[in-house]
């Protein structure tokens, strides 16, 4: 079993950063794909970014290409979201998720609001 616990969200300007943290129980972290995605009121939950086991690979959303940066840290256990240029259509909940043999894990998420 694995819990993803996310952190760093907050109220945030146009323009301006914020960068979300996950951190993830479990021995077999540097496995697994690690994705973060996020859910506005009203919406569906959309893919934001994901990452694979080593890092090699990113995939991001054409909305946040260029602006935003996932990146992972294996020895800690945690994958991380930097998010620049934030607009207010990035307001949402960000949740991390993976998926293992064991099954699809969520986080509680992390409110992140950007005012105009």
């Known amino acids: 079993q694995v819990q993803l616990v996310e952190s760093g969200g907050g109220l945030v300007q146009a323009g301006g950063s914020l960068r979300l943290s996950c951190i993830a129980s479990g021995r077999a972290f540097s496995f697994y794909f690690m994705g973060w995605f996020r859910q506005a009121p009203g919406k569906e939950r959309d893919l934001v970014a994901c990452?694979?086991?080593?890092?090699?690979?990113?995939y991001y959303a054409d909305s946040v290409k260029g602006r935003f940066t996932i990146s992972r840290d294996n020895a800690k256990n945690t994958v991380y979201l930097q998010m620049n240029n934030l607009k207010p259509e990035d307001t949402a909940v960000y949740y991390c998720?993976?998926?293992?043999?064991?099954?699809?894990?969520w986080g509680q998420g992390t409110q992140v609001t950007v005012s105009s």
């Open positions: 990452i694979n086991g080593r890092a090699s690979s990113t």
């Open positions: 998720n993976t998926v293992t043999p064991d099954g699809n894990y």
